[in-house]
């Protein structure tokens, strides 16, 4: 077992002693569940040991943690829990479809799409469909089926501005530091499928790393040949607690507002507009 560095405070010591307490259960007891030592438990709780991975999902077994527990337990010793694919389209998450649907129903005429960590779609709402069919077929349309990838293919400009440039060198850089600390080989599908995009600056990796994510971010479009400022606005849809951990399935809402108050997007809102994530 190795040793916790003195000049690297662990939060886990603090953490374990917490849930111990919450459960009522003394270091020796926790120990004999736990197939450990009681010196070995007193070591994790003080710093001076550092567990493993499987010694933290025995413990969390022992202290019957649920996913959100069980994740900071192993954010707080240094590991970064793994991930778990957990199907949207699940008849038990028939109550949060309805919520999202409300959600996007509620953001026409602003164009809206829900995603999940990849950017795969899920949902959209009418006004992403009016939104987009101007640039995109409506085979186009039915057929996108990454939010990421369809939104930077089709709406391409001459001449690249430095917003759309630096927009995509933040997407990539989001999914290329997902891919390395993950090893989820999805990220890094949709990394190799972005960087194969025509208007990827050579320059990628220094640009997004002068640049600060944030939730909301600029970009340029054509509309009806007339280049428009739109904010693109993410919502992330979680458990309320620490951004170290986010509940799953991990879902996205992303939204465009014209920064012109002026441009009105309802006209691209009919009766006619179809879609296969349309639920609504």
Known sequence: MANASNDMPSNFGPLLKFWRNTHELSQEALALSADSSTRH???????????SRAMIDKLSEVLNLGERD?????????????????????????????????TLKAMDPFPAALM??????????????????????????????NHYEFLFAHHQEHTPSEVKKNTLALILMAMKQESLLSQDSNFADMFDALLALPDVPSDWEKRAASLEPQA???????????????????????????????????????????ENPDLDLSQHMSDDLSHPLLAY
């Open 41 to 51: 438990i007193s070591c994790l709780e003080n710093g001076k040991s550092h567990p």
């Open 116 to 145: 999940d960590r990849y950017g795969k779609l899920l949902m959209v709402n009418k006004g992403w469909i009016g939104f987009h069919r101007q640039v995109a077929s409506q085979a186009a349309l039915e057929q996108a089926q």
């Open 70 to 102: 069980s994740c900071y337990l192993q954010l707080a010793a240094g590991y970064l829990p793994a991930a778990k694919f957990i199907d949207f389209h699940d008849p038990k998450y028939n109550w949060l479809k309805k919520a999202m649907i409300l």
């Open 216 to 258: 909301s971010f600029k970009v340029q479009m054509d509309i009806n040949h007339v280049q428009q400022n739109f904010y693109s606005v993410s919502q992330m849809v979680g458990a309320l607690g620490p951004t170290s951990f986010v509940s799953e399935p991990r879902l996205i809402i992303n939204t465009l507002y014209p």
